[in-house]
């Protein structure tokens, strides 16, 4: 899967936890997923729960804990996916 | 302070309408919400109709962003809706995500079980499955009992209180009663009160082992919920939510604001489940103390009690309640007040049945009509003598000017609403 691929799959998970749909439009890897999309930090469970739904891996705490931007998360899945 | 207590603006989620325009026409039409719900059947209930509100994603969308995969219609929902119906109805703009707390204005929104759906889809199954790590982080917000207030809270940016009450039955009025009060004493400017229920057959389950819902009508739904009527069997489970925004009266007038009734007073008891009340049946001294003392705070009398909107709800309780307001009032049964169950067509909506009768019980102040309480052809023997007096057909009332609205619930629980058409 590419890293495109990857951020699509990524950001369609995100989508959901974000109030203003604006803020979707110019998302790029380095967009943080608190800061800049405003979600609400205890959603950040939700999508970490999704993404190793969709992705069929496993994101541990400590994993978790380091995803800030779209990127991190991104980049934790494609290790996850070359690890597997 | 002694401010005075004013309903600006209501929002509805009712089996019959999904918003408030839809919902005045079923009442004019006397049309039921009440439908045959596959799934009771399937889960072998006695009872397999009731009265589930329609339209409900279309209605969200209208409010709020698109729906996603993980859309449940659930009380939050209905509850969501029909505030935002209500804030936009009572001409106030919904605050962005950058709006500082409105300390002024609160919420008290309640509901007679939790979120049902999220407790029997997702936690109870995934708990027992071990995957208790993988529930996310929404179960707490939507199963908690102030589930729905918190979601209020954060979708008008409120800083006033915002409590979700809860007594059965009678939650949706007392949640009015409770929140004119605040304001009455001056804690707060702006109120957001009502209640509501999911439709999850989980939360119905009890009552169908109770053999309290009905069960002889699963062929001609409509016909299914008849307060007052001599073949009632039962009540229909329905669910919804009603919305009102109430507003110290100077509050309102200084904005402008289109004012629709008054909150003259109300009353929320117990009958202490003695003298013949129970966990299931009412006191009936406890009823009759309520609706006296709704009208000790009104300050008024019983004979300006235009109209009754009961919470008759189609079980043998409806004959003791009729003849429960007429002695509390009273009066003989021929010079009781106009009566009528908007049960008739909803079914019983539980912790949200207070709400969404006290909307058309206002929409009928402000309009001037009464709508018809429907299936009561064959009115109960005991409530014959009253006939003249049950609204059985549409009725424009354009001299209607005080109704009284009560709610009674398990727990022995009661409360009763003086409203009346706002005239300056």
Known sequence: ?84 | MNNRVVITGMGVVSPNGTGIDKFEDALRQGRSGIRFIPKLEELKFGCWIGGVPQGIKEAYETYFKSVGRNFIEGNIEYALIAVAEAWRNAGLTLPDEDAVADWDTGTVFGCGVCDMDTISQKLVPMVNAGKTRRLGSMVVERVMGSGISAYIAGLLALGNQATSNSSACSTGTEAIIEAAWRIRTGLAKRMVAGGAEGSSPYAWSGFDSMRVLSTKFNQTPEKGSRPMSASACGFVPGAGAGALVLENLDTALERGARIYAEIKGGMINCGGQRQGGSMTAPNPEGVKRCIKGALADAKMGADEIDAVNGHLTATFADPREVRNWAEALGCNPADIPLINSTKSMIGHCLGAAGAIESVASVLELHKGFMHPSINCEDLHPDIVPYKDRIVQSFMETPELKTIAKASFGFGDVNSCLIMQKWER
């Open chain 1, 1 to 84: 899967m590419s890293t495109t691929e990857i951020f699509d799959k990524v950001m369609e998970i995100i989508k959901e936890f974000v109030k203003d749909e604006e803020k979707l439009k110019n998302a790029t890897m380095d967009t943080a997923i608190i800061d800049d999309l405003k979600v609400n930090s205890a959603r950040l469970v939700d999508i970490i729960i999704e993404a190793e739904d969709a992705f069929d891996v496993e994101i541990d705490d400590d994993d978790a804990d380091q995803i800030k931007t779209v990127g991190d998360a991104v980049k934790i899945v494609e290790k996850k996916l070359a690890d597997a």
